[in-house]
């Protein structure tokens, strides 16, 4: 059954996603619709679900969104911290298809965000390094700098802080086999295995299992 008002049906609490994500992928006024949708509606449940169909529309085809990205770039300024999520995301699901490098040109506006005034935005910046160190290996050094530099450039409270470095394990095991800054993770990874946090001590403990480092 096509669906004539797609606005009107993705508002709904209960909506087809996987239906939307096909129709966002095949018909480009369907995807350019969604994607207004999400940037401009102000009901939560529009421009959420709207995200919701461009996040794995993405992710299954990133080439079709590139075209977008300066859209997607200005909601690293918006008001509205769960649309500076959306942006983080989305863009770092981009990366693969981003052979204009124009990530680059937005990196240092992109790491601000781990300092951001909601910590929920900080987390979605440092998970997003992820994805993005392993599409960006000249910016690996820049990235692993700041996030060995977390506990100088945020501001959260030290229980915050040390619930972002289970985050920035993960980051961490996107490169460490080649990486060359090894000592220094060490030193975050031994006093990560005594943390405050539990999932930080136990991602430690994974971490030190998995590449089989004596600390």
Same mark, same amino acid.
């Given at each position: 059954?096509?669906?004539?008002?797609?606005?009107?049906?993705?508002?709904?609490?209960?909506?087809?996603?996987?239906? %939307?994500?096909?129709?966002?992928?095949?018909?480009?006024?369907?995807?350019? /619709? +969604?994607?207004?949708?999400?940037?401009?509606?102000?009901?939560?449940? +529009?421009?959420?679900?709207?995200?919701y169909?461009?996040?794995?529309?993405s *992710? *299954?085809?990133?080439?079709?969104?590139?075209?977008?990205?300066?859209? %997607?770039?200005?909601?690293?300024?918006?008001?509205?911290?769960?649309?500076?999520?959306?942006?983080? !995301? $989305?863009?770092?699901?981009?990366?693969?298809?981003?052979?204009?490098?124009?990530?680059?040109?937005?990196? #240092?506006?992109?790491?601000?965000?781990?300092?951001?005034?909601?910590?929920? !935005?900080?987390?979605?910046?440092?998970?997003?390094?992820?994805? $993005?160190?392993?599409?960006?290996?000249?910016?690996? #050094?820049?990235? /692993?700098?700041?996030?060995?530099?977390?506990?100088?450039?945020c501001?959260?409270?030290?229980?915050?802080?040390?619930?972002?470095?289970?985050d920035? /394990?993960?980051?961490?095991?996107?490169?460490?086999?080649?990486? *060359?800054?090894?000592?220094?993770?060490?030193?975050? /990874?031994?006093?990560?295995?005594?943390s405050?946090?539990?999932? !930080?001590?136990?991602?430690?403990?994974? %971490? +030190?299992?998995?590449?089989?480092?004596?600390?």
């Open positions: 059954m096509r669906i004539n008002n797609p606005i009107k049906e993705i508002a709904k609490k209960e909506f087809d996603r996987d239906y %939307f994500v096909e129709r966002v992928i095949q018909e480009k006024e369907v995807r350019d /619709l +969604v994607i207004h949708e999400m940037l401009n509606n102000e009901d939560i449940m +529009v421009y959420y679900h709207c995200y169909v461009i996040e794995e529309a *992710k *299954k085809r990133p080439e079709l969104f590139y075209s977008y990205w300066d859209q %997607f770039r200005s909601l690293l300024d918006h008001k509205n911290s769960y649309l500076r999520n959306m942006g983080l !995301t $989305i863009m770092a699901t981009l990366t693969p298809v981003d052979d204009q490098d124009r990530f680059s040109e937005v990196f #240092e506006k992109y790491m601000t965000l781990m300092n951001d005034e909601k910590f929920m !935005t900080a987390q979605c910046c440092i998970k997003n390094l992820k994805k $993005i160190i392993k599409q960006k290996g000249h910016l690996e #050094e820049d990235i /692993l700098e700041a996030l060995l530099d977390i506990d100088s450039l501001s959260y409270p030290h229980k915050q802080k040390e619930l972002l470095k289970g920035i /394990l993960e980051v961490f095991d996107q490169v460490y086999q080649g990486c *060359k800054r090894k000592s220094e993770i060490k030193v975050l /990874l031994k006093k990560a295995l005594s405050v946090s539990p999932k !930080t001590r136990k991602r430690a403990m994974d %971490f +030190v299992e998995k590449y089989q480092i004596e600390i």
